[in-house]
């Protein structure tokens, strides 16, 4: 899997956008076992403008690994001065998950694809 990010400011306003790529020995394991969903809200870990590791929380939000991408966050630099810490923990964050999922999905045995020749008889 290939993961995407991109990060943005526009009027004070922090965002950032995370897209999957998905290679062909993973569609089969998807195909197969079904495509993991990850929470991309929940506690969230950052560390502050101190140095200091933090948490903080976002309503649970669930979205499948590949079709429910790309993905959008966005903190208001004017409302929270950690905006920039907050934005770069959640993307660490939802990398970590993205990565566990997959691990998790090729977990699995390699799928087996059926036999389906025809013989004319």
Same mark, same amino acid.
Request: aromatic share 10%; glycine share 4%; proline share 5%.
């Given at each position: 899997m290939i993961i995407n990010t991109t990060k943005t400011?526009? &009027? %004070?306003? &922090? /965002? /950032?956008?995370i897209a999957t790529e998905v290679n062909s020995r993973e569609v089969s394991?998807?195909? /197969?076992?079904?495509?993991?969903?990850? %929470?991309?809200g929940g506690t969230i870990p950052y560390i502050d403008s101190h140095s200091a590791p933090q948490t903080f929380i976002l309503p649970d939000q669930y979205v499948y690994m590949r079709s429910s991408f790309p993905i959008q966050q966005s903190f208001d630099m004017n409302a929270d001065p950690e905006a920039a810490n907050k934005l770069t923990g959640w993307i660490n964050e939802i990398i970590t998950r993205l990565t566990a999922a997959k691990t998790t999905l090729m977990s699995n045995p390699y799928p087996v694809t059926p036999d389906v020749s025809i013989i004319e008889v």
């Open positions: 400011i526009v &009027r %004070n306003i &922090r /965002a /950032a956008t394991f998807i195909d /197969a076992y079904g495509e993991p969903q990850l %929470n991309v």
